[in-house]
Every structure is written in C-alpha cells, then in structure tokens.
Nanobody, 124 residues
C-alpha cells in the first residue's frame, strides 16, 4: 500500500517562503514520478509541479514557475516543494501525489495515490 505523508504547511505572509515535504512508503520510490497539486476553497484541484523518477526532469504550472521548485531525495524517499515569493492566491491545501509512471504527469486524473494534504495560508 502506497502511503504519502505531507508536512511543512502553515501560515506565512505574502512574499515569504515555505518548504513542503512528502515522505513516501509502500513501493520503490525511485521508480516513479512525483507531483504536487493544490486545491483552494471553492475551486477544483489543480496541478502545481511534477518531477520524474530520477529528478532530471521537472514541470511547473505557469502560475508558480520561477517561484516554486520541486526536488526529490531518492535515498530518503522524500519529495519537496520549495515555495518562494508566496502570494495570497497560493492559499490552498497542497497534496503530494504519485502516478503509475516514471515520467512527469500534469493532469490530476493521472495521479493514482494521494497524501492527506497540508494547508498553506498566505496572508496579504
């Protein structure tokens, strides 16, 4: 059984930074891509960032490009999302997820396993 546990969310002022972590277990972490997705109140869940199995390829939503960085440590079975220059519109529950693929995936339906989510709130 694949288990994903996010941590690192919280309340931050606009312009600030947070780093989210996601610890994975239940299958060979280094064989699969990972992603971060988010859901704001009253909105649909949306793609944020993804990284391939080795960490050599990443992809970002336009709304976070240049501000967020996804990375992974296969030795620690952990994926990270460094979020800088945060804006109030980044406020959402952030989910770690993984597809049944080594390659980057950008559609929410392509992700098979999800964490419970961590709240990020950016105040203006």
């Amino acid at each position: 059984q694949v288990t994903l546990v996010e941590s690192g969310g919280g309340l931050v002022q606009a312009g600030g930074s947070l780093r989210l972590s996601c610890a994975a277990s239940g299958r060979t972490f280094s064989s699969y891509a990972m992603g971060w997705l988010r859901q704001a109140p009253g909105k649909e869940r949306e793609f944020v960032a993804a990284i391939n199995w080795s960490g050599s390829s990443t992809y970002y939503a336009d709304s976070v490009k240049g501000r967020f960085t996804i990375s992974r440590d296969n030795a620690k079975n952990t994926v990270y999302l460094q979020m800088n220059s945060l804006k109030p519109e980044d406020t959402a529950v952030y989910y770690c997820a993984t597809p049944e693929s080594r390659l980057v995936r950008v559609q929410t339906y392509e992700y098979s396993y999800w964490g419970q989510g961590t709240q990020v709130t950016v105040s203006s």
